[in-house]
C-alpha cells in the first residue's frame, strides 16, 4: 500500500520534472538563425531577429558578411563555411559582401522586446546584455498617428524599463545601438498599446 502511494507520488514528480526545467528556463530562449550566402545574394535578404539571437551565415561560394556600419566583418569565406555572431542590442543593421559590392547586400533586424501587457504595464528590452559594457543606446517613441519621435533616452547604458507614458494610446517605439564609433541603424518599430 505504502509503496504503491509511493509510486504514485514519484510518477507525479516524474511528470513535473520536465515542467519545471521548462519554467527554470525563463522567457524564449535565444536562437541561431540562419542567412544562405548564395552566388551573389543573401538569403533571406532581410533577417527579423529576437534581441539576443545569434545569426549564422553558411557560405555557398567565396563571400564576406561585412557589416556596412562596422559592427563586424566574417573576412573571406569560402563554400562550405560558416561565421556567426550575436545580435545582442536592438537596430538595423545593413551588411554587404566586400567581394561583390553593395549589389550583394542584406539586412539584419532587431527590434525592440515588449513584455506585460496593456493593463498591466510593458516592459521593453533593447538589448540581452548582462554585466557591465560600453555600448549605448537610444531609445524613442511616437504615438500611433503623430508623425514626430519623442527621445525617451539618450545615449543609456541601461538595457530594459517600464513604459508607461501618460495617455491611453498605441505607440511605437524604436532603438538603435552604439558600440565605439559604431551606431546602428533604427531598428524596425514595434507597436505597444497603452491603456
Ligand atoms: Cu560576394
Not at 2 to 31: D, E, H, K, Y
Not at 45 to 68: N, Y
Not at 181 to 195: D, G, L, N, R
Request: charged share 10%; net charge positive.
Amino acid at each position: 500500500m505504502t509503496s504503491f502511494r509511493a509510486a504514485r507520488v514519484l510518477a507525479g514528480l516524474a511528470l513535473l520534472a520536465p515542467l519545471m526545467a521548462l519554467l527554470a528556463q525563463g522567457p524564449a530562449q535565444a536562437t541561431t538563425r540562419t542567412v544562405t550566402v548564395g552566388d551573389d545574394f543573401f538569403t533571406p535578404k532581410t533577417l527579423k531577429v529576437v534581441v539576443g539571437d545569434s545569426v549564422k551565415w553558411s557560405f555557398e561560394g567565396t563571400h564576406t558578411s561585412t557589416s556596412t556600419q562596422g559592427f563586424w566583418n566574417s573576412g573571406t569565406k569560402n563554400a562550405g563555411q560558416s561565421y556567426t555572431r550575436p545580435f545582442a542590442d536592438a537596430g538595423t543593421y545593413p551588411y554587404y559582401c566586400t567581394i561583390h559590392g553593395m549589389m550583394m547586400s542584406g539586412s539584419i533586424q532587431v527590434p525592440v522586446k515588449a513584455s506585460g501587457s496593456a493593463s498591466s504595464g510593458w516592459t521593453l528590452r533593447w538589448s540581452s546584455r548582462t554585466g557591465t559594457s560600453s555600448v549605448r543606446y537610444d531609445v524613442q517613441y511616437k504615438r500611433v498617428g503623430s508623425s514626430t519621435w519623442t527621445s525617451w533616452r539618450t545615449g543609456t547604458a541601461s538595457r530594459s524599463a517600464t513604459f508607461n507614458p501618460s495617455g491611453a494610446h498605441s505607440y511605437y517605439v524604436h532603438a538603435r545601438t552604439h558600440v565605439g564609433s559604431h551606431t546602428s541603424s533604427w531598428s524596425p518599430s514595434i507597436t505597444v498599446k497603452v491603456t
